[in-house]
């Protein structure tokens, strides 16, 4: 299994940045993909950006050129900067992880962190 706990969420003023880190923890070497979503009220969670084992990242259409995604396999952690943040980047941002057991792939969720982009 993989376990993951997610940090820094917070209020922020549109224009300013977070940072959202998600340590992984238990069997990581099986781990394929990493990536955040979110889920704003009233609306279906949607995929943020992802990042797989060989690095390759992907950006939902309104996050590109704002938020990057990295990967730090030497701590177990997925880090999404998140830079000119605007009030509809507003949600719970929730960490993922797919990981491979028994030929299985399976899916991982942290509880959850809150991102509000207010003045």
């Known amino acids: 299994q993989v376990q993951l706990v997610e940090s820094g969420g917070g209020l922020v003023q549109p224009g300013g940045s977070l940072r959202l880190s998600c340590a992984a923890s238990g069997n990581i070497f099986s781990i394929a993909v990493m990536g955040w979503y979110r889920q704003a009220p009233g609306k279906q969670r949607e995929l943020v950006a992802k990042i797989t084992s060989g690095a390759t990242t992907n950006y939902e259409d309104s996050v590109k050129g704002r938020f990057t995604i990295s990967r730090d396999d030497g701590q177990n952690t997925v880090v999404l900067q998140m830079n000119s943040l605007k009030p509809e980047d507003q949600a719970v941002y929730y960490c993922?992880?797919?990981?491979?057991?028994?030929?299985?792939?399976?899916?991982?969720w942290g509880q959850g962190t809150q991102v509000t982009v207010s003045s």
């Open positions: 993922y992880a797919a990981y491979v057991t028994s030929g299985t792939v399976i899916g991982s």
